[in-house]
């Protein structure tokens, strides 16, 4: 809130923080990250009510934290004012035309859109039971496809913020460095490290 943002701001911001310094330390200093943010919205005369769709979004990779949360917060502000529906309307019979002529594997293998994925899901603000057991963490999971080597899930339950990370071990080697990143990311917005209410987990998946 005193950078003007949500909580997907600051993990937009936080993600592609921490993949900008992974990138840094590599000799290879990028200013922009595209982030595809899947999202929910209302379908206005759809008898089916809400909708999913896709939203790619430009995120500084440099900067303090504070200022990527407020950059941040200001482009998806502008996202949001776009006719969204329009667009992913626009883009779904292209997409099914891929699919059927079996060009839609090449196209993710080889597109240059996005560079990773960040999806977040608001989980429940208060504990869970399991059988009478509490649920005392929940870690979300996601895939990297096509040739996107790393991708992000984002998910908040009873007062943690958990940022799971699915690598490509042999595409991202230095899983270690990207952890640390998140970690500091999240701790130089709190303004303490420590144990703050947020949890980050990097998980090498297989490669495809």
């Known amino acids: 809130h005193r950078c003007g943002g949500t909580v997907k701001d600051v993990a937009l911001a936080v993600v592609a923080g921490a993949l900008g310094d992974v990138l840094r330390a590599s000799g290879e200093d990028v200013a922009t990250l595209v982030c595809s943010v899947p999202f929910a919205y209302h379908a206005p005369g759809s008898p089916r009510g809400n909708a999913s769709a896709v939203m790619p979004l430009a995120v500084p990779a440099g900067g303090s934290v504070p ?10 502000a502008a996202a949001k004012r776009r006719p969204r529906a329009l667009g992913n309307a626009i883009l779904r019979p292209a997409f099914r035309l891929l699919v059927r002529t079996g060009w839609f594997r090449r196209y993710i293998d080889s597109q240059r859109r996005v560079n990773t994925v960040v ?17 005392e963490r929940i870690v979300p999971l996601t895939v990297a496809t ?13 007062g943690t913020l958990s940022i799971t990370a699915m690598a490509d071990p042999e595409a991202v080697p230095d899983l270690d460095r990207l952890a640390a990143a998140l970690d500091a990311g999240l701790a130089a917005l709190l303004g303490a490290g420590g144990d703050q209410g947020f949890a980050t987990t990097v998980t090498p998946a297989s490669p495809r």
């Open 119 to 135: 999806t977040n899901v608001r989980g429940p603000a208060t504990p869970l039971l399991l059988a009478g057991c509490p649920v």
């Open 67 to 76: 200022e990527r949360v407020a950059a941040t917060a200001a482009v998806t």
């Open 146 to 158: 096509g040739n996107l080597t790393v991708a992000f899930a984002v998910f908040s339950y009873a």
